[in-house]
Nanobody
Framework: QVQLVESGGGLVQPGGSLRLSCAAS????????MGWYRQAPGKQRELVATITSGDRANYAESVKGLFTISRDNAKNTVYLQMNRLRPEDTAVYYC?????????WGQGTQVTVSS
């Protein structure tokens, strides 16, 4: 069984920064894609960023130039560096692993941007 554990969420002021981490454990095959999705209250879950095991990254237009996704394949860990955070970035952030046409999800971590 694959397990994903997120960390790094919290409360920050507008303009601040956070770095999220997600560590995957279990049988992780390559190639694969890891990523971050978020869901705000009353909204659909949306893609934030993804990164392949070959380090190809993809970002939502709303976070380009603000967020950076990276990964450490040796640790099976994906990171999301979030800079210049805005109130509209407030959401539960979920880590995702896609491998062998299967999706695995973490439990989510809350990010709140408020003054």
């Amino acid at each position: 069984q694959v397990q994903l554990v997120e960390s790094g969420g919290g409360l920050v002021q507008p303009g601040g920064s956070l770095r999220l981490s997600c560590a995957a454990s279990g049988s992780i095959f390559s190639p694969n894609t890891m990523g971050w999705y978020r869901q705000a209250p009353g909204k659909q879950r949306e893609l934030v960023a993804t990164i392949t095991s070959g380090d190809r990254a993809n970002y939502a237009e709303s976070v380009k130039g603000l967020f950076t996704i990276s990964r450490d394949n040796a640790k099976n860990t994906v990171y999301l560096q979030m800079n210049r955070l805005r109130p509209e970035d407030t959401a539960v952030y979920y880590c995702n692993l896609r491998v062998l046409r299967a999706d695995y999800w973490g439990q989510g971590t809350q990010v709140t941007v408020s003054s």
